[in-house]
């Protein structure tokens, strides 16, 4: 059957293909450690899973009214964003939807006509260009090195705006590198935008998830006009270890959330019911598991780049927050006979038996991605496998 132009034109996920052939291999009995998961080891907490049981126990089990989320989740939403973020948004101002994705997909769709710009720092999150274009827009990337700590600078933010410049991407903390902007670096790029329409799409999963006393900063609470002109993303999935609840949302503008409201009435008709009373339960909750979590990802976060940056050929910012590790092993290459990520994760998997995202799928052929979502025993086997790898 002919599958259409736009579907063919979608990149494959490599984090989906690291994770088929780590499966492939332990079948045939192979002790493969993976570093490929994108989302936290942790079971989700009790009291999260006993209000969706609550839920389904009180009959909530039709659909949600309204789908765009349930007026217990929405006014949970805004006082997460009151009290965490210093953001004041009425529940007409939130719409909830089918994980953070699903959010970030009706808002592009919601804005971008063919032939808009969207700027994404690179190294960037994979499915932000595929989903730019689906939506017919056109992505454009602004590039941040290890160097760099892989985050892109004002004059490079300026210098990437063009008339056609409808959205900036901005992630912190980031997925694939796990660098974080301080509050001042946010607001000198949202200092840019100050006198332009541009929206900001802020993704704010990994906001909880900071290390190193780092504070957090909303691009929607640098000023008024950023305010007006961002869209705010966040989720259950990484802050209360809930992927597989397919439950996030948005918070902006009530024309925006509107529209992205309309369009999801038409597609998916929402997240469950359940699951919205199960995150409502989470923001409104005991915080202490996200304390518990993130202490525990900022040990690995530091074990894991202390480690790599210890090796020759390597060079591995220590994560900022999130739980991701991006080194950039390009220094390795030449003696490795690889030329590129994708050839050095091949052979990683293949000769030491340990799986890790390449670079190449988020915009950085120097880097690979390592998840320290995963034990510390996992971990240290991991880094004695890469040691005897490069070794
Ligand atoms: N944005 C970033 C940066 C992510 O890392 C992820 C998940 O990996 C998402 C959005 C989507 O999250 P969800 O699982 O809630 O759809």
Not at 64 to 86: D, H, I
Not at 125 to 135: D, F, H
Not at 155 to 184: C, I, K, W
Request: negative net charge; contains cysteine.
């Amino acid at each position: 059957m002919k599958i259409s132009q736009r579907v063919q034109d979608l990149a494959e996920s490599g984090t989906i293909a690291v994770s088929n052939k780590v499966a492939a291999m332990r079948a045939q009995g192979i002790d493969v450690v993976s570093l490929g998961a994108g989302e936290p080891d942790f079971d989700t907490p009790d009291h999260i899973k006993a209000a969706a049981a609550e839920a389904l126990g009180g009959g909530e089990t039709k659909y949600a009214k309204p789908a765009s989320g349930v007026p217990e989740l929405k006014q949970a939403v805004v006082a997460k964003l009151q009290r965490e973020n210093g953001l004041s948004y009425t529940t007409d101002q939130v719409v909830a939807s089918v994980g953070g994705k699903e959010a970030l997909y009706l808002a592009f769709a919601t804005l971008l006509d063919p032939g808009d710009e969207v700027i994404i720092p690179a190294p960037y999150w994979v499915s932000y260009p595929e989903q730019v274009k689906l939506a017919g827009g056109v992505p454009v990337f602004v590039d941040a090195g290890a160097d760099a700590g892989f985050r892109i600078t004002p004059d490079q933010l300026r210098d990437a705006l063009t008339p056609r410049t409808r959205v900036l991407v901005f992630n912190s903390p980031s997925n694939p590198t796990g660098a974080a902007y301080s509050p001042e670096e946010t607001d000198a790029l949202a200092a840019v935008l100050a006198d332009t329409d541009v929206v900001t799409f802020s993704d704010e999963m990994y906001d909880r998830l900071l290390f190193g006393g780092r504070t957090f900063k909303s691009f929607a609470a640098t000023s008024d006009h950023a305010y007006d002109h961002t869209i705010t993303f966040n989720a259950g999935s990484k802050t209360y270890s809930m992927t597989g609840w397919r439950i996030g949302y948005a918070a902006g503008p009530v024309d925006v959330i509107k529209g992205m409201a309309k369009l999801q009435s038409q597609t998916t008709s929402g997240a469950a019911t359940f699951t919205m009373h199960a995150l409502a339960a989470a923001l409104d909750g005991d915080q202490s598991c996200v304390e518990v979590m993130r202490a525990e990802f900022e040990r690995r976060g530091k074990f894991l780049s202390d480690r790599l940056n210890a090796l020759d050929g390597v060079v591995c910012p220590e994560p900022g927050g999130a739980f991701y590790a991006f080194p950039d092993v390009s220094g390795t290459f030449e003696a490795k006979g690889v030329s590129g990520s994708t050839e050095w994760a091949g052979r990683l998997l293949e000769d030491a038996h340990v799986g890790v995202v390449p670079g190449s799928d988020f915009g950085a052929d120097s880097c690979v991605r390592l998840s320290f979502a995963t034990s510390m025993a996992v971990l240290e086997t991991a880094l004695d496998r890469i040691e005897g790898f490069l070794a």
